[in-house]
């Protein structure tokens, strides 16, 4: 049976259960390299923290214009945990919250509705968590519900996306295996049985 909860239900899942992986990062790996090759896994929980920050203002009806410059730049400080859990549960609250789905977000794209939104959010942070995971050498297994959730909205975006020639993802691999999980790792451009960090 599919799921059958929103998508704005999936993001709060993707976002907490990333949140968790983010908590288990140990001070001493913050420069550690991750499989978003340009990206550390401060810079990674950095992303995903703006991510959250901006989530939790288009969601609940702001225009980008009105949220502004507010999140450019390092949003983590020196309390790197504590900025991320903070901008974790406003994001999942506004994305499940009556009508979220249904209104139009204000996004680069243009006037999105927040269903599209919330699908690209889920995406993001579920394939994120996985990379910061990797980059920690913590457990990289994901929940099979969120995977099997997600593999059609990664299909689609990641078809439109590399269709238009923009840089958003590495280039599809063969997948090393079958199961769910090592097929969505590879249409995201990531290979499944990349070893963790020494």
Known sequence: MSDQRTTGELYAAAARSTGKIV?????????????????????LVNHVTYENLWAAELFAGKTMKEVGSRFEGDVL?????????ASVEPAARAATAPGAMEALC?????????????????????????DIAKGSGQ???MDPALVEA??????RITGFVREKGWAA???????????????LLA?????ADLAAPA
């Not at 680069?108 to 959010?121: F, H, R």
């Not at 249409?187 to 290979?191: L, S, T, W």
């Open 23 to 43: 908590a288990g990062i140990r001070p001493d790996q913050w420069h550690y390299a991750t499989p978003s090759t340009e990206w550390d896994l401060r810079v």
């Open 77 to 85: 400080g020196a309390d790197p945990l504590g900025a991320h859990a």
């Open 106 to 130: 204000d996004i680069s794209m243009g006037p999105t509705p927040g269903s599209e939104y919330a699908a690209q959010m889920f995406l993001d942070l579920l394939i994120h968590g996985w």
């Open 139 to 141: 457990d990289a297994r």
């Open 150 to 155: 997600c593999m059609p909205i990664a299909i």
């Open 169 to 183: 993802y590495g280039t599809e691999l063969e997948p090393a295996g079958d199961d769910p999980q090592t097929r």
């Open 187 to 191: 249409i995201m451009g990531r290979r």
